[in-house]
């Protein structure tokens, strides 16, 4: 995917950006992965950008619920600074998933379009 | 949507962690939070999942702790909060899987406390454009 | 009179509590790229994380007895940092309710004390409210 493919979202088009920082996690606690699902499902522009421990959930076979996600049509960024620390950087991430900071994360914030919800 | 739109929509809360500090909290869990918001402009719906969900089962009192002389009957009972919030008019959803994993099953009216709705999963997510802001308390 | 509380693009409420994982670093972070793009950003901490903005932190961490001679900063001496690189631009509140119940009560005086009914003028005077962390 391409940054172009990033930023192709119509202005003035209400999206979400959800915040995960959580990692691994029992199926009773993937509420806000399931949340993301049904987003996406319902042909809401989503983002969520893993950070913390979440950016573990970038990689391929890391969480069924994101798979999900991703096929319903969702976007993945994951925190290089995150992956970084984690000594991750290097490892192949789930296709699709953007690497990011937080200078783009602020940019998203401040759009007037977004709504952003932090788990 | 304009900025008054947004001031007059219901937040909604979500609760997915459940007993945070007994001893520590006392009355000032995230319910009592809760109560806070819901007095915001637009007011508070509120979902309760993942461990939190049993706080909307009918229960005891949650019995007093012995910690040195002291009977310490003053422990969080969250159905003693939860009961406020409702009371003030805060809409209590939980979640119908979250309480068949705690062994919860039909006909729940028989073990929820009165006055909560039951979910099924993601049925409060589709409503999310209906809210000003979605927060996890 | 009920202080006036400034416009700013962004509040972030910081909750959860600090030494358990990265949010607090988390929050910064973003807090900093933030005001580098010229937003304005009201920070308020809510239980634990009222402890981030101490007086008894003072400007250092403990000695590192790895390094001796290494300097430390605390999280409060941080914040002064921030608020004194991006003044009428970046404002702290801490809640009076949440530090008094943790014994946290003497922040640093850049910080405004806020009571809890308080919190929904701040809600009110920004944009967007990011609530990271749990009570």
């Not at chain 2, 309760?48 to 009918?58: E, M, S």
């Amino acid at each position: 995917m391409t940054n172009d493919d990033w930023a192709a979202r119509p202005a003035g088009e209400p999206w979400f950006l959800l915040i995960e920082s959580q990692g691994h996690c029992a199926p009773q606690e993937a509420g806000f992965r399931r949340d993301a699902v049904a987003q996406a499902r319902a042909g809401r522009p989503v983002v969520m950008f893993l950070v913390q421990d979440a950016v573990a959930l970038a990689f391929p076979g890391s969480d069924a619920e994101l798979d999900v996600f991703q096929e319903a049509g969702g976007l993945l960024a994951a925190d290089g600074f995150s992956l970084t620390q984690r000594g991750l950087e290097q490892n192949t991430l789930r296709d699709g998933v953007k690497v990011t900071g937080m200078d783009e994360v602020a940019s998203w914030v401040l759009d007037p379009d977004a709504n952003v919800v932090w788990h | 949507m304009s900025d008054q739109d947004r001031v007059e929509k219901p937040a909604l809360g979500i609760m997915e962690r459940g007993y945070r500090g007994a001893v520590e909290k006392q009355f000032f869990d995230a319910f009592y939070l809760a109560a806070e918001l819901h007095r915001h402009p637009g007011g508070l719906d509120l979902l309760l999942r993942g461990q939190a969900a049993t706080h909307a089962v009918r229960a005891r009192p949650t019995p007093s702790l012995r910690l040195g002389d002291t009977e310490l009957d003053t422990v969080t009972d969250s159905r003693v909060n939860l009961r406020n919030l409702i009371e003030a008019g805060v809409r209590v959803w939980v979640e119908e899987s979250a309480l068949a994993a705690f062994g919860f099953a039909a006909p729940l009216d028989d073990v929820l406390m009165d006055g909560i709705r039951v979910a099924a999963d993601g049925e409060l997510a589709l409503r999310w454009p209906e809210y000003r802001a979605v927060y996890f308390l | 009179m009920a202080r006036r509380i400034p416009p700013t693009d962004v509040l972030i409420t910081l909750m959860g509590s600090p030494n358990e994982d990265d949010r607090t670093t988390t929050a910064l972070r973003l807090a900093q790229a933030l005001l580098e793009r010229g937003a304005s950003v009201q920070i308020w901490t809510c239980g634990n994380a009222t402890l981030l903005t101490q007086r008894g932190l003072t400007d250092d961490k403990p000695r590192n007895l790895a390094s001796w001679n290494s300097a430390y900063p605390t999280t409060a001496a941080l914040a002064q940092r921030m608020l004194k690189a991006f003044p009428d631009q970046l404002y702290w509140y801490g809640c009076r309710f949440c530090s008094d119940d943790r014994g946290a009560v003497d922040h640093l005086p850049e910080v405004v004390m806020r009571p809890p009914a308080g919190y929904a003028a701040n809600v009110a005077a920004a944009t967007r409210n990011l609530m990271v962390g749990v009570i």
